[in-house]
């Protein structure tokens, strides 16, 4: 990282590249039903991003709930509204650009990609599911916004999350594998035994190993 860092240090703002690990399964992990979330302990954006929530209909109803809540969203979708509203591949650019971050109603989830389309996906800012029946939103919806959505687990060995930036200190990205970690074995069974190695690559660095498996000692990083 100190290199990346250094390389970064005249242009940080438009050079912050991301940080991410690479997991290597022992075993191909059984595929999911749906997209799994993976919870950040420190977001990988802005401290205050610029978040759109896309909905159940009424769309009145969760702009509401927000309010209620005293929660900060910039913008409220139904799922009515985006398929009407933005049909067209512009559109779709247009609000994908307004925002840093997408959440979306986990009920609606499933379909939700075909209306997005694959420019949100290249962008980085594929939806994020938010569970908005919970009691406590305000924990959910900060949890939502420092999370990354895995959609390829269990078509291969090995997955990348992404799980942070250059311009993180050490002890963010720390965290942040940490409990990048901690989320994945909590659904990948059995767990870190299934994990054969970990490496850690920014977007121009070589692959780094971080971790192998060597005998049964709980898997931490430090």
């Not at 799994?36 to 159940?56: F, Y």
């Not at 994945?184 to 971790?211: R, T």
Request: aromatic fraction near 6%.
């Amino acid at each position: 990282m100190k290199h990346c860092r250094s390389k970064q240090s005249f242009d940080l703002i438009n050079n912050d590249e991301k940080v991410a690990i690479q997991v290597v399964f022992k075993k191909v992990p059984a595929k999911p039903k749906h997209p799994l979330r993976l919870t950040l302990t420190h977001p990988m954006g802005s401290a205050e991003p610029s978040i759109c929530l896309i909905t159940k209909d009424p769309q009145r109803q969760y702009k509401d709930l927000m309010k209620s809540h005293g929660l900060s969203v910039a913008r409220v979708i139904g799922i009515g509204k985006l398929k009407k509203k933005f049909k067209e591949l512009e559109a779709k650019r247009v609000l994908c650009n307004s925002h840093d971050v997408f959440l979306v109603d986990e009920r609606v989830l499933p379909i939700v990609p075909r209306w997005l389309g694959k420019y949100f996906y290249t962008k980085g800012k594929a939806p994020i599911k938010v569970n908005l029946t919970k009691s406590d939103l305000s924990k959910e919806m900060g949890e939502a916004v420092r999370s990354y959505m895995v959609a390829n687990l269990g078509k291969g060995n090995n997955i990348s999350v992404p799980c942070g930036r250059v311009s993180f200190d050490n002890d963010q990205l720390i965290e942040n594998v940490n409990s990048a970690l901690t989320s994945l074995c909590k659904v990948v069974k059995p767990g870190m035994k299934n994990i054969k190695s970990v490496y850690l690559k920014s977007e121009s660095s070589v692959a780094l190993p971080i971790y192998t498996a060597l005998g049964v000692a709980p898997l931490k990083i430090s």
